[in-house]
């Protein structure tokens, strides 16, 4: 940052206007100043703020390479792996996810990190100067999302990284993150979320999150609905962007549950990759796989293979928090961020496939604007027991409410209601065990966590230490 622009922060507050003293110190403060502006949830679709803002800031988003990531779910699973496969490349990489899950310096990653605290900091006051000069000049200020896209932005080009691995906050055409001209666009399967925002078919949620593809570019792209489909080649033939097609260009061949995970067999772009180790669960993570192989690929160019080498000490060292990820032992409790019906039905596939719970209990938060019916429908034959609660924010569904929708799904002798997470978690791992005691050999008492990011994100401080080991 200039001499002018730390003058200019000197004299203002946090955010850069002129009624506070100093830079921030800490990351509360920044946190704070953050969470003051516009919510994620609170949407204008425009970007002219965000290149009002990156324009101010150098432009960073063209000093690097991107992939950009749009869909409905998978994106942070499938980010993670392209990361991965990157800097087994020796890339440096950034990469740029939301929601995060326990803490907000998860947002912007470099070199497969999370910036630490100071970093953050650092991060926030070399663009703070300049987020009141776009706030004067627009209609609307900037929001929470288009200041930490700014944050990014502005760090990979400080790093600096060789590419940015950015994943869409909701959409495509008009998210924050759309200011960058990717080399790869992925799409990760489109279905119904964000309604009250993106539209209420898959084929209009496509015609927003397909506004990622740039002229030139290649698009990867899972198996869609055919609505969706033809969206997608629509768009492709107007900026004349390449197409490659989960079941036709690239796919997952084979995969088998293993112990950890699971062991795949990739056909990418390039070559086949045999018994690869992949430690996620789920027949959803081996399609993320095979579009993150597909994505690298993609983005490298040529004719030549990653590496059978490469390509599996990356995967092995794949991890992705809060989906299905098993936290604790005795009994098991799992993690899964599914917010959707779409999801649940991925989580509810993959508890079949390579797990053996009985009696599995969950533990239930959804967000007010979400489909919890539908999401609760996915889950009724997988659960003997649900708990319903709600997660700490303001946009948490009361349990209440929660409750009155599940009790119509699983019936009244199949819910409790307990708000506070904490007592939820303790309820459903009691209601596990005692299961367990008195059920067949068949499997071992487990707990599922589901609903919501916020939700699973709250359960994970509460379970899992600092440290990443169980709590």
Do not use: C
């Not at 995970?261 to 990759?273: E, M, N, S």
């Not at 079949?352 to 889950?379: N, R, T």
């Not at 065990?433 to 359960?459: D, I, K, N, Q, R």
């Amino acid at each position: 940052m200039d001499d002018a622009a730390n003058d200019a922060v000197n004299d203002g507050d946090l955010d850069g206007h002129l009624d506070g003293p100093r830079l921030a110190e800490t990351f509360e403060e920044v946190e704070d100043a953050l969470l003051s502006r516009w919510p994620e949830t609170r949407l204008e679709p425009s970007l002219d703020r965000i290149r009002a803002f990156t324009e101010l800031l150098g432009d960073p988003q063209n000093s690097f390479r991107a992939i950009h990531l749009t869909g409905t779910n998978g994106k942070t699973s499938t980010s993670r792996m392209i990361d991965t496969l990157l800097r087994a490349l020796e890339l440096r990489t950034g990469r740029f996810t939301s929601p995060h899950v326990q803490r907000m310096t998860e947002r912007i990653s470099i070199d497969g990190e999370p910036l630490d605290d100071d970093a953050f900091v650092r991060a926030f006051n070399d663009v703070a100067p300049y987020t009141h000069l776009v706030d004067d000049d627009q209609p609307h200020p900037l929001s929470f999302f288009e200041t930490v896209v700014g944050m990014a932005y502005a760090a990979f080009a400080d790093a600096p990284v060789d590419v940015a691995v950015v994943e869409v906050g909701m959409g495509g055409s008009w998210d924050a993150t759309n200011v960058v001209h990717a080399d790869v666009a992925v799409l990760t399967p489109i279905a119904v979320d964000h309604a009250r925002y993106l539209g209420d078919t898959p084929e209009v949620i496509a015609r927003e999150k397909v506004g990622i593809i740039k002229p030139g570019a290649v698009a990867v792209v899972a198996v869609q609905e055919p609505d969706v489909a033809a969206v997608v080649a629509e768009r492709a033939a107007e900026v004349g962007a390449t197409v490659a097609r989960e079941g036709l260009e690239f796919g997952v061949v084979a995969r088998q549950p293993a112990v950890g995970g699971q062991v795949v067999t990739l056909q990418g772009l390039r070559a086949r990759y045999d018994d690869v180790f992949l430690p996620l669960y789920g027949a959803h993570q081996a399609q993320n796989a095979v579009l993150a192989l597909a994505a690298v690929e993609a983005f490298l160019g040529g004719d030549q293979p990653l590496g059978d080498d490469v390509v599996r000490a990356a995967f092995e060292q794949v991890t992705s928090p809060g989906r299905l990820e098993v936290v604790r032992r005795s009994p098991t409790i799992v993690l899964d961020a599914a917010h959707n019906p779409h999801g649940a039905e991925a989580v509810a596939a993959a508890l079949e496939d390579s797990f053996q719970f009985s009696p599995l209990v969950g533990v239930i938060g959804v967000m007010g604007d979400k489909d919890a019916e539908g999401l609760l429908s996915v889950f009724e034959p997988q659960l003997e027991h649900l708990v319903v609660t709600q997660n700490s924010t303001d946009r948490a569904m009361p349990a209440a409410e929660l409750a009155r929708l599940a009790v119509e799904v699983f019936g009244e002798h199949r819910v409790t209601v307990e708000p506070r997470l904490a007592d939820a978690l303790d309820v459903a791992a009691t209601l596990a065990e005692a299961g367990e005691a008195v059920s067949s050999s068949m499997g071992a008492g487990a707990v599922l966590v589901t609903g919501s990011v916020v939700t699973v994100g709250e359960a994970r401080a509460l379970l899992v230490r600092s440290d990443g080991a169980a709590g």
